[in-house]
């Protein structure tokens, strides 16, 4: 069944949130912000290893299809997941890697060498009316 011209709409932004998570040091990015209630963008230059240039432009990829939310606070800016789904699509995303990769004994042995997913234990900050 072709999509109708109502739901291509809503096709084009489900592509456009899988396209947020196609790198993997976005993904890593979500990881730490999974993690954490938020994360200034210092500690994750510092988690991630990224010069200044190419974290802004990942981070600027993920506010774009909504995955994160940013707030500046005087000389700091700090990120934070925009919804706690993101965290457990992360999981889920996790958990079909070890299956994709059960096979190869290998890969399943660097699998279990990735850092944890910890569901964070601080709430999330929210603005009123969230």
Known sequence: MPLSPQQRPLYEV??????????????????????????????????????????????????????????????HVYYRLADEKVAELLSVARALL?????SDGARAADVDELPELAPSTTPRRRDAGS
């Open 98 to 102: 070890r299956d994709i990769v059960r």
């Open 14 to 75: 489900k592509a456009g949130l899988f396209k947020g998570l196609a790198h993997p040091f976005r993904i890593r990015i979500l990881e730490l912000l999974a993690a954490s209630a938020e994360v200034s963008v210092a500690a994750l230059q510092d988690a991630t290893g990224l010069e200044a240039s190419h974290l802004s432009q990942h981070l600027a990829v993920l506010r774009r299809h909504r995955l994160v939310e940013s707030e500046r606070r005087a000389s």
